[in-house]
């Protein structure tokens, strides 16, 4: 559990982006506002599909974790993929189902920074294979590789595509946070007048 606490500052200090891009990114994050959407997916039915998919990169079972700015309509969840890497989780409370699910990397030092980056960005791959299974593993690598490209030298980058939320907070030599996030999808005032 030791291992948990560099991830809790994402969940005490979520974010969100502000009109300026690296203003203040410390705001509210998406998934905390009131009617944030979830997937219509529980922890547990993710990590079990996520397991199955990616038999050589297990995830351990979510646990619960506690801190005294919970909200009463989320319960986080994380786990220690290994003293790198973290994967955690805003859930609805009752449900389960979740507002947000992040992979947190924490760089070393050279040189096992290279090792443990490609394990983080196979994982955060993954994940989006998850989310967004018609992607091959070689196109949810170019995609994550874009991703992480637009997000250079920005502290918090978000990207909407189709239903999700693709967020990067970028820690600079001490790692980032990859989350995946449901986004209501709305009609355009164009096709809402058609109708």
């Known amino acids: 559990m030791k291992y948990l606490l560099p991830i809790l500052a994402l969940f005490i200090f979520p974010v ?12 509210v994050a998406p998934y905390l506002l009131p009617g944030a959407p979830t997937f219509d997916l529980t922890i547990t039915q993710f990590r079990s599909a996520f397991n199955n998919e990616n038999p050589t990169l297990p995830l351990s079972e979510f646990r619960a ?4 700015r919970d909200r009463e309509n989320l319960t ?3 786990t220690a993929i290994n003293e790198r890497l973290y994967a955690s989780a805003a859930l609805e409370r009752g449900t389960l189902k979740i507002k947000s699910i992040q992979l947190t990397w924490l760089a070393p030092r050279a040189p096992e920074q290279k090792i443990t980056q ?3 960005l196979d994982y955060m791959a993954a994940m989006m294979r998850s989310f967004t299974p ?3 593993k070689q196109q949810s690598l170019q995609k994550l590789n874009k991703l992480l490209s637009d997000s250079k ?8 595509d189709g239903a999700l939320r693709y967020v990067i907070v ?8 990859f989350a995946i996030e449901p986004i209501k999808l709305t009609l355009s005032d164009t096709l809402s007048r058609q109708q």
């Open 118 to 120: 490609s394990k983080a």
């Open 76 to 78: 986080r969840a994380a």
């Open 153 to 160: 030298n920005k502290r918090y980058f978000a990207q909407n």
């Open 134 to 136: 018609l992607l091959s």
């Open 16 to 27: 969100s982006q502000s009109k300026a891009d690296d203003a203040d990114p410390l705001k």
């Open 170 to 177: 970028d820690n600079g030599d001490k790692g980032l946070t």
């Open 65 to 68: 974790i506690t801190s005294n």
